[in-house]
């Protein structure tokens, strides 16, 4: 059984930094591709943010590229997210998943909770 669990949420201004964490446990998460999704509070749609295999291969949604870096610690079982000039159509619950293959073309198996960003202009 996987399990994530995110954190390093905030509120925070426009143009300011956040870096996100997710711990994952679970006997394969190492060999799992693992990514991260936006989702708005009340509403069922997760989108998609960017995703990194098992060979640190990295993939991101058009409107965070070049602002946001998704990295990951196999040691410790991290996934991070780290999002810089950060504009108010960031908000929304970051949520973590991870899924049964090391590509990333197969879609998520296992979900977190979230983390709750909100940015103010």
């Known amino acids: 059984q996987v399990q994530l669990v995110e954190s390093g949420g905030g509120s925070v201004q426009a143009g300011r930094s956040l870096r996100l964490s997710c711990v994952a446990s679970g006997p394969s998460v190492r060999r799992s591709c693992m990514g991260w999704y936006r989702q708005i509070p009340g509403e069922k749609e997760r989108k998609w943010v960017g995703d990194i295999d098992v060979s640190g291969g990295t993939r991101y949604t058009r409107s965070v590229r070049g602002r946001f870096t998704i990295s990951r610690d196999d040691e410790q079982n991290i996934l991070y997210l780290e999002m810089n000039n950060l504009i108010p159509e960031d908000s929304g619950l970051y949520v973590c998943?991870?899924?049964?293959?090391?590509?990333?073309?197969?879609?998520?198996?296992?979900w977190g909770k979230g983390t709750l960003v909100t940015i103010s202009s």
């Open positions: 998943a991870a899924g049964r293959f090391g590509a990333c073309d197969y879609g998520m198996d296992y």
